[in-house]
T-cell receptor, first 114, second 113 residues
């Protein structure tokens, strides 16, 4: 039973570029959430997708956008990259839209913006 | 606004000792409090969770103590082992309205022989 898988594992981009990160949820899960984890900090909620719609959004600018596909996989897009976007981006999946459904995290994508 | 405050930032405990990590929250709407364990290069993994209708929950060597009136909760790791060395995050969420899981800033735990 595959857990949450994220790709790529590492990525280096230049300021101003755009990036797409991908996530496949755990088998049986239909909800995907994205988190940004800066070095030495706790994960910060970006947004959540359920039934292919953005259900909740954290305090992130519109440069951060996402998508969920019919097979429940998801993408996170970040436009006009800033140095401050360098972080570990975590995808978490869960079943159903209940807020306290246990989250299963992937190992993340380490994004470095130079 | 930091809604979940976690302390200490780092902790060193001798093998066999008790590790204690504390968290405090502000939002009284929070009704689910999970703890996550994160090893280097890995994503956080759910360790144990508690709801505010109980004051304590134990799973193996891990215990959550919850004080609703003080809006505080803590993780106790009994008989701490070197394999417990990791970063621990407390978190909180409300099942109604705001659905985002809010994390503390993390505690880096090191168990020394």
């Amino acid at each position: 039973d595959a857990g949450v898988t994220q790709s790529p594992t590492h990525l280096i981009k230049t300021r101003g570029q755009q990036v797409t990160l991908r996530c496949s949820p755990k088998s049986g899960h239909d909800t995907v959430s994205w988190y940004q984890q800066a070095l030495g900090q706790g994960p910060q909620f970006i947004f959540q997708y359920y039934e292919e719609e953005e259900r909740q959004r954290g305090n992130f600018p519109d440069r951060f956008s996402g998508h969920q596909f019919p097979n429940y996989s998801s993408e996170l897009n970040v436009n006009a990259l800033l140095l401050g976007d360098s972080a570990l981006y975590l995808c978490a999946s869960s079943w159903g839209s209940r807020a306290n459904s246990p989250l299963h995290f992937g190992n993340g994508t380490r994004l470095t913006v130079t | 606004q930091q809604q979940v405050k976690q302390s200490p930032q780092s902790l060193i405990v001798q093998k066999g000792g008790i590790s204690i990590i504390n968290c405090a929250y502000e939002n009284t709407a929070f009704d689910y409090f999970p703890w996550y364990q994160q090893f280097p290069g890995k994503g956080p993994a759910l360790l144990i969770a508690i709801r505010p209708d109980v004051s304590e929950k134990k799973e193996g060597r891990f215990t959550i103590s919850f004080n609703k009136s003080a809006k505080q909760f803590s993780l106790h790791i009994m008989d701490s082992q070197p394999g417990d060395s990791a970063t621990y995050f407390c978190a909180a969420i409300s099942n109604f309205g705001n659905e985002k899981l809010t994390f503390g800033t993390g505690t880096r735990l090191t168990i020394i022989p």
